[in-house]
């Protein structure tokens, strides 16, 4: 079992950039495959990107590709969402969350923190 804990989230403008952080708890994180997925307000959640097991494979969702950088750091049983470029489009709650190595479905997520980007 892990329990995810994301940070980071905030109020900017258009531009500007933020670093979203989630937490793990529990001595497997290496193993776990983590992912963000964001929800915008009247929209169904959606995925963002990914990063595998081995760090060596991310992968992003299309509206985020080429301005968003996922990454972990297994010695601090963390993950991090670097945000550049940032527009109104991308205001929406972030959610993190965890599957066990290349499992079918994500499993454990956290509670979500708020992203809001002004104009």
């Known amino acids: 079992q892990v329990q995810l804990v994301e940070s980071g989230g905030g109020l900017v403008q258009a531009g500007d950039s933020l670093r979203l952080s989630c937490a793990a708890s529990?001595?497997?994180?290496?193993?776990?495959?983590m992912a963000w997925f964001r929800q915008a307000p009247g929209k169904e959640r959606e995925f963002a990107a990914q990063?595998?097991?081995?760090?060596?494979?991310?992968y992003y969702a299309d509206s985020v590709k080429g301005r968003f950088t996922i990454s972990r750091d297994n010695a601090k049983n963390t993950v991090y969402l670097q945000m550049n470029s940032l527009s109104p489009e991308d205001t929406a709650i972030y959610y993190c969350?965890?599957?066990?190595?290349?499992?079918?479905?994500?499993?454990?997520w956290g509670q979500g923190t708020q992203v809001t980007v002004s104009s």
């Open positions: 969350a965890a599957k066990y190595f290349d499992a079918s479905k994500y499993d454990h």
């Open positions: 990063i595998s097991w081995r760090s060596s494979i991310t």
């Open positions: 529990g001595r497997t994180f290496s193993t776990y495959t």
